[in-house]
């Protein structure tokens, strides 16, 4: 089945600092959705982007099919950033997602 | 907007027993629902994808004796959990996909603790 390998387990930041989050995966994905998990652990979809390169606020996902793989890429991060990242991948549309163990992000001021 | 509420959020049951959990999309019509397993220390697992109209779809290492899902119609779908023991804590999240829809949208999750 479809693996997902998410690098690195754990990262810290000074604030203000940027940060790239990789995800590697097994099968061609017909979905890739990035998510924020928070100490608390709600979970929140941050960008949905199955192929090329998304934006929203300051994060930038780029996504290369082919070699499958993408990334997360977090600008001037802040304390308020901090959680885990998850990266979650669909290989057969619409079949439930398979989620990577995350990365953990810990920005301090 | 699309939207998913879960209830309850948090739900503490006795070993043995059972815990029955809600999912409600408001905004959209779920035409498919996943239902996912956080256990400590772990990351989400599927349990089911649940399609209207088609059969539930359980992945190895869940059933429906223990998992059994009902899913009556576009905006609800509800998943209990028999016989709870330790093992089954964490957090359950649904997430519902409309028709020719993209994304999937989770809502907060149920927080399960065993005694």
């Known amino acids: 089945g479809q693996q997902v390998q998410q690098s690195p387990a754990s990262l810290v930041l000074q604030e203000g600092e940027n940060a790239e989050l990789q995800c590697n995966f097994s099968?061609?994905?017909?979905?890739l959705q990035w998510f924020y998990q928070s100490p608390g652990g709600s979970l929140v979809s941050l960008l949905s982007n199955p192929s090329g390169t998304k934006h929203t606020g300051r994060l930038t996902s780029t996504t290369v099919t082919k070699e499958r793989r993408s990334s997360l890429h977090i600008s001037s991060s802040q304390t308020t950033d901090s959680g885990t990242y998850l990266c979650a991948i669909d290989d057969n549309y619409a079949q439930g997602l398979t989620f990577g163990l995350g990365t953990r992000v810990s920005v301090f001021p | 907007g699309a939207l998913v509420y879960q209830y309850p959020r948090r739900t503490i049951c006795k070993s043995g027993t059972s815990m029955r959990m809600e999912c409600q999309a408001v905004g959209f019509q779920a035409t498919s629902v996943a239902w996912y397993r956080q256990s400590p220390q772990k990351t989400f697992e599927l349990i089911a994808l649940?399609?209207?109209?088609?059969?539930?779809?359980?992945e190895q290492n869940f059933t429906q004796e223990k998992f059994p899902i009902s899913h009556p119609n576009l905006s609800f779908s509800s998943m209990t959990v028999l016989n709870a023991y330790l093992e089954d804590r964490g957090l359950y999240l649904c997430g519902a996909r409309e028709t020719g829809g993209y994304e999937q949208y989770f809502g907060p999750g149920t927080r399960l603790t065993v005694l």
């Open positions: 099968s061609t994905a017909t979905q």
């Open positions: 649940s399609t209207v109209n088609s059969a539930i779809k359980y």
